[in-house]
Every structure is written in structure tokens, then in C-alpha cells.
T-cell receptor, first 117, second 112 residues
Framework: DSGVTQTPKHLITATGQRVTLRCSPRSGDLSVYWYQQSLDQGLQFLIQYYNGEERAKGNILERFSAQQFPDLHSELNLSSLELGDSALYFC????????????????FGNGTRLTVT | DQQVKQNSPSLSVQEGRISILNCDYTNSMFDYFLWYKKYPAEGPTFLISISSIKDKNEDGRFTVFLNKSAKHLSLHIVPSQPGDSAVYFCAATANTGNQFYFGTGTSLTVIP
């Protein structure tokens, strides 16, 4: 158990809809990262938050947004959903604010599988 | 632009033998490298890491080797066990940014 909790585990929705994915980081971790894994693809970085502030942005679509709340949990909002948004969405947390802080690896949740029909 | 590459999608090894998983990277600024293991229906689990100031790091049956001049790292598992069967991802990051870049994974099967 990594200590990172993601809800829901599965989500099935229709095109054009909006969904919210939730992540609770490990106790004490201040950084939250969101990754997308599409079929047969690697993990694509979406966005990072550190202690409530956006720290880094990857290939995140404008239809997607995220935030980190004062209690450090994070939400990823996906809107105007398209079929191609179907994927596994992982949240990971880290104690450090900077990715190259040694001995601060990412710890992943079990993901939310989003299916857009 | 795939900055971290795992060119072998799959690998099969006999139980008890050595498993060697390879990873190449293109960004010379990367200074921290990690390996993750992923079972189906679970998130990736951190396995072992190495900083760019080292060329080897060992943790039990797992050893990671880093060859900076070749921009190559490898994960050795000795001896391999059936429970090691999983998808292995390598990842890298640089102190110039906050992203962890992941490879596409190698599926390891350890045959009893």
C-alpha cells in the first residue's frame, strides 16, 4: 500500500461530460503529480502541485484542470470529454517540491480508469 | 518526444536466472533515475533509484547500473522469481524541471 488514495477506481461517462478525479497523497507529502496512461502508452505527465501551488505543467489539455486544496488532497477535472480521453489516470505524491530531490521518489495510487463512451 | 526509452516491450527469463532490463535516455540534464514495478490493476511501485553521481546502486536482489556516457541504465534482478513478473518502468528527472519522464515499460515474465 503506497498510502496514496485515488477515487473512484472506475468511471464510465459519455462524451461531452465532465468528471472529477480525487487524490489523497501520502501523509506528510506536499507534492501531488497527475499522470495519464493511455492504452499501450507510457505515463504522460499532466501537472504537479506543491503545497497548494501549481509547480509544473506537462501535456495537459486546456479542457483539463487541477487544484490542490489546503488539506493537500488534489482533484483533476476533465471536461468536454472525448473518446480519446479514455485512459488510466494516476496520482502520485512526493515529499519534495523538486523532482530531482534525491530519495524523494514518486509514490503512486492505484489509478482511476476512465472510460468515455 | 520520448526522452526515456525502453526498447524491449517484453522479456522472459527462467526462475533463478538474471533478468536485465534496459533503458536509454536522451537528456544529458537528467540527474536522478528510478525504476518502478507495476502489477495489473495497481499503480506503479517504486523499486530502486540512482543519482547521477553514482554508477551503481544495490538493494537486495535489485541492482541499477548507470552509464552516463552512453545515457543508459539497466536494472538487474538476481535471482529472478515468479513474483517479479510485472511491467517495469524506468523514469528520469532533471534539476531543471519538475517532471519525471517515464519509459513505455518492459513486461517481464519469470518462468517457474
Amino acid at each position: 500500500d503506497s498510502g496514496v488514495t485515488q477515487t473512484p477506481k472506475h468511471l464510465i461517462t459519455a462524451t461531452g461530460q465532465r468528471v472529477t478525479l480525487r487524490c489523497s497523497p501520502r501523509s506528510g507529502d506536499l507534492s501531488v503529480y497527475w499522470y495519464q496512461q493511455s492504452l499501450d502508452q507510457g505515463l504522460q505527465f499532466l501537472i504537479q502541485y506543491y503545497n497548494g501551488e501549481e509547480r509544473a505543467k506537462g501535456n495537459i489539455l486546456e479542457r483539463f484542470s487541477a487544484q490542490q486544496f489546503p488539506d493537500l488532497h488534489s482533484e483533476l477535472n476533465l471536461s468536454s470529454l472525448e473518446l480519446g480521453d479514455s485512459a488510466l489516470y494516476f496520482c502520485a505524491s512526493s515529499a519534495a517540491g523538486y523532482s530531482s530531490s534525491y530519495n524523494s521518489p514518486l509514490h503512486f495510487g492505484n489509478g482511476t480508469r476512465l472510460t468515455v463512451t | 518526444d520520448q526522452q526515456v526509452k525502453q526498447n524491449s516491450p517484453s522479456l522472459s527469463v527462467q526462475e533463478g536466472r538474471i533478468s536485465i532490463l534496459n533503458c536509454d535516455y536522451t537528456n544529458s540534464m537528467f540527474d536522478y533515475f528510478l525504476w518502478y514495478k507495476k502489477y495489473p490493476a495497481e499503480g506503479p511501485t517504486f523499486l530502486i533509484s540512482i543519482s547521477s553521481i553514482k554508477d551503481k546502486n544495490e538493494d537486495g536482489r535489485f541492482t541499477v547500473f548507470l552509464n552516463k556516457s552512453a545515457k543508459h541504465l539497466s536494472l538487474h534482478i538476481v535471482p529472478s522469481q515468479p513474483g517479479d513478473s510485472a511491467v517495469y518502468f524506468c523514469a528520469a528527472t532533471a534539476n531543471t524541471g519538475n517532471q519525471f519522464y517515464f519509459g513505455t515499460g518492459t513486461s517481464l515474465t519469470v518462468i517457474p
